[in-house]
C-alpha cells in the first residue's frame, strides 16, 4: 500500500490564504509516500510546507508559480503504475479529456495528473486514467464556478489504484472513492 | 561590627559556639540537680557570647540558633515550678540581676513567655513590658535578634489572644499593638545597618540585610494570621502603622521589601478595599525603589482574585480598581522623574493585563491605558532602547491575543497611535503581528472603516515609511508583501457595494506603496474584484431602484487601472496572465468590448514587453486557451483576434514550438457547444500547416542533428486529426490519416524510440475505437492500418 497525494491549484497568495483548517489536520507528515503537485502553489511557503509532510515530492509548473524552475511534466514510476503530471494550461482546450488523453499516450503513462481547471475529475479512457485534483484552496477560476476545496489521495497497491477522493462542501469534509484495476501490459519495445 | 576576613570570621563564630556549649553544659547539670542559681548564672554566661559585635548576620543566627536551642530547655525548667520551687511572678524579677542587659532581657523574654502562659498577670502588660525593655538594646543585629525571639515565643500566645480566646475584645488590638510597636522598632534597626559600620560596600550591606529581611517580614506574618484582625481594623490600624513606617524609614531595601510582603501576606479582599490607601503610599518611596514590580505583583494578584467570582468583579467596580490604579501609576511615573521609558511602559502593560484579565469587555478602560502610554511616549524622543520597545511591542500584543477577534482590537482608538511612535524596524514587526492574529483567528474584516484603520496600522509594511528606504532584506520583503497579500482575502462583505468600496480602500493603499510592491498586492486584489464581478454576474437584472454604483463595467475599469500599474513596474507577464482572466470574466458578463480592449492588452504587453522566448510560448498557450473558451465576440471581432493569435503562434522561435501552437490554433475553429464555431476547414488549415512546420522542423534537425526528435511533432498531429475526425470534421479523412500513420512510420526508421511508444498507443487507440462498433466503429473501419 503505497499512499500518494495529488494536490495542486492551490493558488496561494494570489487567489487564497491558505488551506482550508479540516484539510490542513488531515495533511499529517510521515503518512503520505509521495506527493505529486499539479502546479500554482504558487510561492516558495507552499512548497516548503508540502515538503514537510513528505520529502517525495513532485512539481509541475502553473503559470503562476513563482519558481520558473518546475518542469513542464513530469514522469515517474510508484510500483506497478507510470505516472504523468502537468499542470494543464499548456493543453488546448483546457480540460479537454480527449487532449489529456493524447498528453497521457505522449508521456507514455497509466495515470496523469492534471490541474488548472479547479474542477475534480477521475476519468477513464482507453489508455489510462486522468485525475484532476481540483484546487485545494477552492480558488477562483475563470473555468470553473462555484469551486469547493478538493484533493485527491491514491492508495495504490499492485495492479490496483484506489482514489480517494476528498471535497470540502458546506464546511464539511466528503469522501469518495474509485477503483482502477491496471490490465499487467507487455513490456514495451526498445 | 562586622568583619572582613572570612577565616577568622569562621574562627569567631567557632569560639562563639564553644563558649555557648561549655557554659550549657554546666546549665544542664543545674538543671539535672534543680540548681535555680546556677542555671540562671550559666544561661547569663551562655546568652554573653551574643554579645557580639564580629559576626555577620548568618554567623550570628548560626549562634543565636544554638543558644536559643538552649533557651528552649530552660523554658521548660522555668515552666515546672516544683523543680526550683520559685514563682514565676519571683522569677521574673529574680532574672532581671543578670548583670548585661542582653543576656538579661533573653531571660527575661523566656521567663515571661512562661508568665504569660500562666495568667497570672494579663498578657498585654506582659507583652508591652518586654517590648518596651528591648529597646535597651540599640546595636542593630543584635537588637533584631532580640526582638525576633521575643516575636517567636510570644507568636502563640498572640493568636490565641486574638482569637477572642479570652472574650474580651479589646485583647485582640493589645496583640495588634504589640505586634506593631516590635515590627517598627526592628523596622528601624534593620534600617540603621545600612548606616553603620567601617567603610563597606554598598552591596555587602545589602546583601546581609537581606538575609535578615523576614526577620522583620514575620511580624506582618502573625498579624495576617491573627483571627480578630479583620477588614475594620486592618483598615484602621494595621495598614495606616505599617504604611507609616514604610514611607517614614526612607530606606529602599525596607520600603521594596515591605511592600511586597503586604500585598503577598494579606488577603486580596483586604487590598481591594484598601486599595487608595496602599497605593498612595507608592509614589512616596524613594526613586531607586522598584516600585513597578511591586505594582506588577499587586495587580497579578489582583487579577487572579477578581477570576475567582462573579461577585469579586462587582467589587472592583464598586471600589473603582482600574482608575485608582491608573491614577497611582501616573503619579508613580510623574513622582521618579528619572526613571526610565522602559520602566514607564512596563508599568503600563502590566497594568493592561490587568485590565484584559479583569475588565475585558472595558475596551474604554484598555483605551486608556493605551493613551496613557501614547502620553509618555509623545514626551521623549524616539525610543531607541531595546527592551522599551520590546515592552511596546508586548503592550500592543496584548489585546491581540486576548481578543480573538482582530476586529475588536481595531476599535481601541489609541492603537495606532502607539504604534506610530515605534522605529520602522519594529512597527513592520507589529504590523506582522496584527496580520497573523487576523490570519489565525480567521477574522473577516468586513467594513471599509475598519479596511481603513487595519491598513492605517500596517502602513509600515504598504508604504516605505520614511524617504530613505531602509535596508531591505530580499526574503523578509518577501514575506512582507505575501502576507498582505494573503489579507487581502479576509476583507470581505457579501453587500457588493462595501465590497467594492473595501476594493477602492486597498487599491488606494496598495497604489501608494510604490512599484516593488504591486506585484505581490494587485493579484490578490484582482482576484478579488474578479470574485466580486461574478456575485453581480448572478444578480444581474436583481437590481431595482436608484443607480447602483457597483456594476461590473465599473469593476473592469477599476481592475484595468490596476494591472496597467502592474505591467508598468514592469511586470508584463503576470499583468499578461491577469487581462486574460478578465477578459474570461468580461466574456461571463456578456461585456464583448470591454472583453476585447482587455485581449487588446494582451497583444500590446505580449508584442512590446515578453521578449524570452519561454514566456511566449506559455504567453500565446494561455491566449490560444482563453481565445478559444471566448463566445460574446462578434465574427469581426473574432477573427480579428484569432488571426492575430495563430499569426503570433507561427512566428515563435523554435520550430517546434510553432508547430504546436500553430495545431492549438485549430481548436480556435472548433468549440463543443450549441453555439459553437466548427469551421471544418480552417481546422484543417491549421493542421496543414502545423504539418508543413514539422517538415521543416525535420529537415534542419536532420541538417543540424538535433535529438529533440520533430517525429514526435507528427504523431501529436496524427493525434490531432483523429480528434477531429471523430468529432465529425468532414475535412478530415481517414485517407488523410492514413497518410499521416504512413509518413511517420517511414521517419521512424532511421528515429529515436521515444516516439515508438507514443506511436503505438495512438495506434492502439484507433484499434480500440474500431472494436468499439456502433457509429464510432464505422467510422474507424475505414481507417486501414
Redesign the interface.
Given at each position: 500500500m503505497v499512499l500518494v497525494l495529488a494536490i495542486g491549484d492551490l493558488?496561494?497568495?494570489?487567489?487564497?490564504?491558505?488551506l482550508p483548517?479540516k484539510f490542513k489536520s488531515m495533511l499529517v507528515p510521515g503518512k503520505i509516500q509521495h506527493i505529486i503537485c499539479t502546479g500554482n502553489l504558487c510561492?516558495k511557503?507552499v512548497h516548503d510546507y508540502f515538503k514537510t509532510l513528505c520529502p517525495d515530492l513532485h512539481i509541475t509548473r502553473g503559470?503562476?508559480d513563482e519558481d520558473s524552475r518546475y518542469p513542464e511534466n513530469k514522469t515517474l514510476t510508484i510500483g506497478q503504475f507510470k505516472l504523468g503530471i502537468c499542470h494543464g494550461?499548456?493543453v488546448?482546450?483546457?480540460g479537454d479529456l480527449?487532449?489529456l488523453?493524447?498528453v497521457q499516450?505522449?508521456l507514455?503513462v497509466d495515470i496523469l495528473v492534471t490541474g488548472h481547471t479547479h474542477q475534480f475529475k477521475a476519468y477513464k479512457h482507453?489508455?489510462g486514467v486522468v485525475i484532476n485534483p481540483g484546487s485545494a484552496t477552492g480558488?477562483?477560476s475563470?473555468?470553473t464556478?462555484d469551486v469547493n476545496p478538493s484533493f485527491v489521495l491514491m492508495d495504490i497497491d499492485g495492479l490496483r489504484v484506489v482514489v480517494y477522493v476528498y471535497e470540502l462542501i458546506d464546511g464539511e469534509v466528503k469522501v469518495d472513492k474509485i477503483d482502477f484495476k491496471k490490465t499487467a501490459t507487455a513490456p514495451?519495445?526498445? | 561590627m562586622l568583619l572582613i576576613g572570612a577565616e577568622d570570621e569562621e574562627k569567631w563564630l567557632a569560639e562563639g559556639i564553644a563558649g555557648v556549649q561549655h557554659n550549657a553544659f554546666y546549665l544542664h547539670r543545674a538543671l539535672d540537680s534543680n540548681n535555680l542559681r546556677d542555671a540562671l548564672k550559666y544561661s547569663a554566661q551562655m546568652l554573653s557570647e551574643l554579645r557580639t559585635s564580629k559576626l555577620s548576620p548568618q554567623k550570628y543566627y548560626e549562634l543565636y540558633m544554638r543558644a536559643f536551642d538552649e533557651l528552649r530547655i530552660l523554658e521548660m525548667f522555668f515552666k515546672d515550678e516544683s523543680k526550683h520551687g520559685v514563682s514565676v511572678v519571683d522569677l521574673y524579677e529574680l532574672v532581671q540581676h543578670a548583670g548585661n542587659i542582653l543576656p538579661r532581657l533573653y531571660l527575661l523574654c523566656t521567663v515571661g513567655s512562661v508568665y504569660i502562659k500562666s495568667k497570672e498577670a494579663p498578657a498585654k502588660e506582659l507583652l508591652q513590658d518586654l517590648v518596651e525593655m528591648c529597646h535597651g538594646v540599640q546595636h542593630p543585629i543584635r537588637g533584631l535578634f532580640l526582638r525576633s525571639y521575643l516575636a517567636q515565643i510570644s507568636r502563640d500566645k498572640l493568636l490565641d489572644i486574638g482569637s477572642d480566646y479570652e472574650g474580651d475584645a479589646d485583647t485582640v488590638m493589645d496583640a495588634v499593638e504589640f505586634i506593631l510597636e516590635n515590627f517598627t522598632e526592628m523596622n528601624k534597626l534593620w534600617v540603621r545597618m545600612q548606616l553603620e559600620g567601617p567603610g563597606r560596600v554598598r552591596e555587602k550591606r545589602e546583601k546581609e540585610r537581606s538575609a535578615l529581611q523576614e526577620l522583620v517580614g514575620k511580624n506582618l506574618h502573625v498579624l495576617s494570621q491573627i483571627e480578630g484582625v479583620d477588614l475594620e481594623i486592618y483598615k484602621e490600624t494595621v495598614l495606616p502603622r505599617v504604611l507609616e513606617q514604610v514611607v517614614n524609614c526612607k530606606d529602599d531595601l525596607s520600603q521594596y521589601y515591605l511592600m511586597d510582603c503586604i500585598i503577598q501576606v494579606f488577603p486580596d479582599e483586604y487590598h481591594l478595599q484598601t486599595l487608595e490607601m496602599l497605593l498612595a503610599a507608592c509614589p512616596q518611596v524613594q526613586p531607586t525603589v522598584d516600585i513597578k514590580t511591586v505594582l506588577s505583583r499587586l495587580m497579578d494578584r489582583l487579577s487572579k482574585y477578581a477570576a475567582s467570582s462573579a461577585d469579586v468583579l462587582t467589587e472592583f467596580l464598586q471600589v473603582e480598581a482600574f482608575t485608582k490604579l491608573s491614577n497611582a501609576i501616573e503619579k508613580v511615573i510623574e513622582v521618579q522623574v528619572d526613571m526610565p521609558a522602559v520602566g514607564a511602559i512596563t508599568l503600563y502593560v502590566s497594568l493592561l493585563t490587568f485590565t484584559l484579565r479583569v475588565h475585558p469587555d472595558r475596551l474604554d478602560y484598555v483605551d486608556q491605558v493605551l493613551g496613557a502610554c501614547v502620553k509618555k511616549l509623545s514626551s521623549i524622543p524616539k525610543l531607541e532602547d531595546s527592551r522599551a520597545t520590546k515592552q511596546v511591542v508586548a503592550l500592543l500584543s496584548a489585546p491581540l491575543e486576548k481578543y480573538n477577534d482582530t476586529v475588536t482590537a481595531l476599535k481601541i482608538s489609541n492603537y495606532p497611535r502607539v504604534m506610530d511612535h515605534l522605529d520602522n524596524g519594529t512597527n513592520k514587526v507589529m504590523a506582522m503581528v496584527i496580520i497573523e492574529s487576523i490570519?489565525k483567528n480567521?477574522t473577516c474584516i468586513s467594513t471599509a472603516d475598519k479596511v481603513e484603520v487595519l491598513f492605517e496600522l500596517i502602513k509600515g509594511l504598504i508604504k516605505d515609511l520614511d524617504s530613505a528606504t531602509d535596508e531591505l532584506d530580499e526574503e523578509d520583503f518577501k514575506d512582507e508583501q505575501?502576507s498582505v497579500?494573503?489579507?487581502i482575502?479576509?476583507l470581505y462583505n457579501n453587500e457588493p457595494e462595501e465590497m467594492l468600496k473595501i476594493i477602492c480602500i486597498v487599491w488606494k493603499h496598495t497604489m501608494a506603496g510604490g512599484p516593488k510592491r504591486l506585484p505581490?498586492t494587485v493579484?490578490?486584489l484582482v482576484?478579488s474584484a474578479?470574485?466580486l464581478v461574478?456575485q453581480l454576474q448572478g444578480q444581474e437584472g436583481d437590481i431595482v431602484g436608484e443607480e447602483v454604483p457597483a456594476t461590473p463595467k465599473k469593476i473592469f475599469q477599476l481592475l484595468s487601472q490596476m494591472i496597467e500599474a502592474l505591467s508598468a513596474v514592469p511586470s508584463p507577464e503576470?499583468a499578461l496572465?491577469l487581462y486574460l482572466?478578465c477578459a474570461?470574466?468580461a466574456n461571463?458578463c456578456d461585456l464583448e468590448y470591454v472583453a476585447y480592449e482587455f485581449f487588446t492588452q494582451v497583444f500590446v504587453l505580449y508584442e512590446e514587453e515578453i521578449a524570452n522566448s519561454k514566456a511566449q510560448v506559455?504567453a500565446i498557450?494561455?491566449i490560444?486557451?482563453?481565445l478559444?473558451?471566448m463566445n460574446v465576440f462578434s465574427v469581426e471581432n473574432r477573427d480579428t483576434l484569432t488571426h492575430k493569435t495563430t499569426g503570433y503562434s507561427a512566428r515563435l522561435l523554435k520550430k517546434p514550438d510553432q508547430c504546436r501552437a500553430v495545431y492549438?490554433c485549430s481548436?480556435l475553429f472548433w468549440?463543443d457547444g450549441q453555439d459553437g464555431i466548427r469551421d471544418g476547414e480552417r481546422v484543417l488549415l491549421c493542421l496543414k500547416r502545423a504539418l508543413r512546420i514539422a517538415n521543416a522542423a525535420q529537415q534542419m534537425a536532420s541538417i543540424a542533428r538535433d535529438s529533440s526528435g520533430p517525429v514526435?511533432l507528427f504523431?501529436?498531429i496524427l493525434?490531432?486529426y483523429l480528434?477531429y475526425f471523430?468529432k465529425g470534421n468532414k475535412q478530415i479523412t481517414a485517407a488523410a490519416i492514413q497518410h499521416l500513420i504512413e509518413l511517420i512510420n517511414t521517419e521512424m526508421q532511421g528515429d529515436s524510440?521515444t516516439s515508438?511508444?507514443?506511436l503505438?498507443?495512438?495506434l492502439?487507440?484507433i484499434q480500440?475505437?474500431k472494436q468499439r462498433g456502433g457509429v464510432m466503429g464505422a467510422k474507424f473501419e475505414s481507417i486501414k492500418l
Open positions: 493558488n496561494i497568495p494570489h487567489r487564497a490564504p491558505d483548517p510561492i511557503e503559470e503562476y494550461h499548456q488546448i482546450p483546457w480527449d487532449s488523453a493524447m499516450r505522449q507514455d482507453e489508455g480558488a477562483y475563470s473555468f464556478y514495451s519495445a526498445h | 490570519m480567521n505575501n497579500a494573503k489579507l482575502h479576509m505581490f493579484p490578490s482576484f474578479l470574485r461574478r503576470l496572465r482572466q474570461e470574466a461571463g506559455t498557450h494561455l490560444i486557451g482563453a478559444q473558451r492549438a481548436h468549440v514526435t504523431v501529436e493525434n490531432k480528434y471523430e524510440a515508438d511508444a507514443f503505438a498507443s495512438t492502439r487507440y480500440f475505437q
